[in-house]
C-alpha cells in the first residue's frame, strides 16, 4: 500500500513540477495571474505560443496540405442560435452533477462511476502482471484473460455497472445514475463520505447578448466545438471548391465550455482550441472511413517518435447522440491515460438537422448516379491544448548526467521545438558576438534561433536545455580563425565541430517539419 502512495506521490510531484516549469521558462502561466488568476483559463507565453504554432502547423500541413481533397476554413465563434439547436447542444450538451454533502464538493457522476471501474480494471491488469511473473516466457496473456475465474468475475462487473449506466443515460434517468453510485458504495475521492446530493444535469454552454439594448438583445452562445462552423460552411465550401465526395473540411480554432471540473492544469480548460476535420463520405462507406482515420491519427501522433506505449485507442460505449460509432486516442499523462482525440463517426445526423432547422437543403450531387444524398460524416478532433500537455509532460524530464551533475531538459521533438538553435558567443568581446549576430543572419530567416551571451557556456546550455532547444551553437576564438563552430545536441549531449557555411542545411534536415510529415 505504501509503494502505490509512493508512486502516486511521485506523480503528483512530476506534474507539479512540469507545471511550475511552463511557467519558469515563459510557455505557461496562469491567466490575469495580477488578479489570482481565472479558474481553468491560461496565457501561453512567449515559449509556448511558439510551441502551439507549431504544433498547428503540423496538425495543418499533414490533414490539409497533405490531402488535396482535404481544404481548410476559419469560422466565426458566434454563430446563429439555432446552430446549437440543430446540434442537440442545447438539449444535450450536459454534464450530470453529483454533490457531497459533506465536503460540498461536486463531482460529474459519469466521472465517478468511470473511475470505479478503471479501479476494477487495476485489478484485472494486477491478476496478468502476477501470472505473467509465475509462468513466465509459457504465459499466454489471452487465455488467461479468457479462463481465469477472478478475471471473469471482475469484467463481468465492469460491463453490468457500463451497461447499467448506458441504460440510464439513454433513458436520462438520474435517479438511477444516483443509484448506481450508492450500490457500488462509491465515496467522494476527498472525504470518503458517502452522503450524496441528487444528480442534475448542467449545460456547459457560455452563452452571452449581441444587440444594443434589452429589447432586441438576443442569446448567442460561445461556440462549444469548431465542428458546427464546419457543417454550415458545408455547401459554401463544396460548391465554390467543387469538391467531390470524399472529401473534409478542417478548422482550427479556439471553442469555450463551463467545465465544472475544471483541474488538472490545460487538459480541462473552460476556453481552449480544437483542430477538427469533417470527412463528408457517401452512406454506408462510414465505417470504411472511420477504420482509415483511426489508422491516419495515430500514425500522426507516432511519427513524433513518442513511445508507442503511450497512446492506446479507447472504444466508446456511450456513443453521443450524433455517433454510430466512436473511440478517441488516450495519451499517457501524469495522471494516468486520458483522452487526446476524438475520433466519431456522426451519421448524416448534423446536415440532416441543420437542413431541418434552416429549411435549407445541405445535399450532394452525385454526377454518376444522378441523384442527391446528405452525405455521412467521419469527425477527427483534437484538443491543441492537451497536445500541448501530452508533448511536454512527455519532453520534461529530470536527470542526473555521468559526471554526477542534475539537469532538467524538455526533450521536445526537434521540429516542434520553440527555438531550434540557440547562438552562443563563448565571450561578449573580441569580436565573438559580431560573429554570432553574423550566424543568426544566415539563418533566422529558415529556422527560429535565440541569442544568448549572459552567464557562463554551461549555464547558458542548462538554460537552453530547460527550454527544450535542440541544438546549441558555440562560437568561440578559433571560430574567427576557421569559420567552424561547435554544435552541442540537447539529447546526446555529443558536441561536434563544424563548418560556418553547412550549418544551415545541417540544421533544416535534423529540424525541419517535412521528416515528420514523410512519416505521415
Ligand atoms: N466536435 C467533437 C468534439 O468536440 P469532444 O470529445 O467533446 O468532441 C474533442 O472534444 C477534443 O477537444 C477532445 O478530445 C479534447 O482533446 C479537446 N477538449 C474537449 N474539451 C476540452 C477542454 N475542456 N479543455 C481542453 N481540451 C478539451
Known sequence: MYFIFAIMANENNTFKNIIAHCKEYGYIFPSSEIYDGLGAVYDYGQNGVELKNNIKQYWWKAMV???ENIVGIDSAIFMHPTTWKASGHVDAFNDPLIDNKDSKKRYRADVLIEEYTEKIRGKINKEVDKAAKR?????????????NQRVLDNKKKIDAINER???AMEKNDLNEVRQ???????????????NWTEVRQFNLMFSTEVGSTVDNANT???RPETAQGIFVNFLNVQKTGRMKIPFGIAQIGKAFRNEIIARQFIFRMREFEQMEMQFFVKPGEELKWYEYWKEHRIKWHKS?????NKYRFHDHIKLAHYANAACDIEFNFPMGFKELEGIHSRTDFDLKSHEEHSGKKLQYFDNETNSSYVPYVIETSIGLDRMFLAIVSNAYQEEKLDDGSERVVM????????????????????????????IINQLKLDITVQYDEKDSIGKRYRRQDAIGTPYCITIDHQSLEDNTVTIRDRDTLEQKRVAINVLLEMLTSRVSMTRLLNLN
Open 411 to 438: 526533450k521536445i521533438p526537434a521540429p516542434l521545438a520553440p527555438t531550434k538553435a540557440a547562438i552562443l558567443p563563448l565571450t561578449k568581446k573580441d569580436g565573438l558576438p559580431e560573429k554570432a549576430r553574423e
Open 304 to 308: 513524433l517518435g513518442i513511445a508507442d
Open 135 to 147: 509462468f513466465g516466457d509459457q504465459f499466454d496473456k489471452e487465455q488467461f484473460l479468457a479462463t
Open 220 to 222: 448567442i452562445f460561445l
Open 165 to 167: 449506466f448506458k441504460n
Open 180 to 194: 448506481i453510485i450508492i450500490d457500488c458504495d462509491i465515496a467522494d475521492p476527498v472525504s470518503g463520505s458517502k
Open 65 to 67: 496540405q497533405m490531402h
